[in-house]
Every structure is written in structure tokens, then in C-alpha cells.
Nanobody
């Protein structure tokens, strides 16, 4: 059974950077599209980014375009989210999730319903 574990969160000042990792065990990620989501207190879960199974297609929420970069290393069974120029509004718990669909449409990704495996999340706090 596929298990996902996020890491790399923490406290960072505005303008700083963090790299989140989503490490998989129990199965290879080669055939899974991966999505990153976040949820701030009192807010709905938001799709941040997603990447196709071969890494050839990526999508980003408008709020993070140009600041966040998603990538994957299938040899390491890990997907990354590089977050630069962080803002206080990026503060949230960040989750990764895996879908057995190799490529996701925008609606599939943002709705979250095609993701069968979810990690427990990692806290990102952007504050001075």
C-alpha cells in the first residue's frame, strides 16, 4: 500500500524559502501523478501544484505561480515543492497526495477526488 510522508516544513521569514519533500513507500511513484495541497486554519483546502507521473506536465495555483516549483525524482520515489519568496498568506499545513491517473486535468487536480493516498501534512509558517 502506498504511503506518503511530507517533510521540510517549518518557520520562515517572509521572502524566505523552503523545500518540501513527499517521500513514498510501499509502492513506486512512477505511475502516479502527485498533487500538493494546503489548508490554512478556517479555510478550505487549496490545490497548490501537481505534476504528471513522468514529470512532463505541471500545474500551479495562480497564487504561487512564479514562486513555487514542483519536481520529482522517481529514482528516489520523492516529489518536491520548492517554495521561494514566501508570504504570510502561504502559512498552512501542506499535504501531498497521489493519483493513479498519470496526467490530471485542472478540475481533477483541484477537486482532489482522484487522489487515493494522502500524507499527514507538514506545517509551513511564514512570519517575522
Amino acid at each position: 500500500q502506498l504511503r506518503l510522508v511530507e517533510s521540510g516544513g517549518g518557520l520562515v521569514q517572509p521572502g524566505g524559502s523552503l523545500r518540501l519533500s513527499c517521500a513514498a513507500s510501499g509502492a513506486t511513484l512512477d505511475y502516479y501523478a502527485i498533487g500538493w495541497f494546503r489548508q490554512a486554519p478556517g479555510k478550505e483546502r487549496e490545490g497548490v501544484s501537481c505534476i504528471s507521473s513522468n514529470g512532463g506536465r505541471t500545474k500551479y495555483a495562480d497564487s504561487v505561480k512564479g514562486r513555487f516549483t514542483i519536481s520529482r525524482d522517481n529514482a528516489k520515489n520523492t516529489v518536491y515543492l520548492q517554495m521561494n519568496s514566501l508570504k504570510p498568506e502561504d502559512t498552512a499545513v501542506y499535504f501531498c497526495a497521489a493519483s493513479s491517473l498519470p496526467v490530471l486535468s485542472y478540475s481533477d487536480w483541484t477537486a482532489g477526488k482522484v487522489f487515493g493516498s494522502w500524507g499527514q501534512g507538514t506545517q509551513v509558517t511564514v512570519s517575522s
